[in-house]
Nanobody, 118 residues
Framework: QVQLVESGGGSVTPGGSIRLSCTAS??????????MSWVRQAPGKGLEWITS????????KTLDSLKSRFTMSRDNAEKKLYLQMNNLRVEDTAMYYC???WGKGGTRGPGTQVTVSS
């Protein structure tokens, strides 16, 4: 079973950037053979899918409203995922999670908080 731990969250002013990281571990979990995703949950709202990337990183898909500002990448050798978020807005304030698989239904880590405010 996979264990996922996110890091890199924090507070930023509108227009700023943050890079989130996620480290995967777990006996029997082959990170390099699994698609992975990022999802988020804003206060009082449901879980929202952000982006997914195939196992080899060759194909990805991002929510249309975020694709110009958010970019996902991965390092299979290090078993890490990244989410680069630029030009952040107040409405991006949320708990951010990495997730196993494609979409928002897989195992998630505990999350990392991103707060965007002036």
């Amino acid at each position: 079973q996979v264990q996922l731990v996110e890091s890199g969250g924090g507070s930023v002013t509108p227009g700023g950037s943050i890079r989130l990281s996620c480290t995967a571990s777990g006996a029997g979990f082959d990170f390099s053979s699994n698609a992975m995703s990022w999802v988020r949950q804003a206060p009082g709202k449901g879980l929202e899918w952000i982006t997914s990337l195939t196992a080899d990183g060759s194909y990805g898909k991002t929510l249309d409203s975020l694709k110009s500002r958010f970019t996902m990448s991965r390092d299979n050798a290090e078993k890490k995922l990244y989410l680069q978020m630029n030009n952040l807005r107040v409405e991006d304030t949320a708990m951010y999670y990495c997730a196993e698989g494609w979409g928002k239904g897989g195992t998630r880590g505990p999350g990392t908080q991103v707060t965007v405010s002036s």
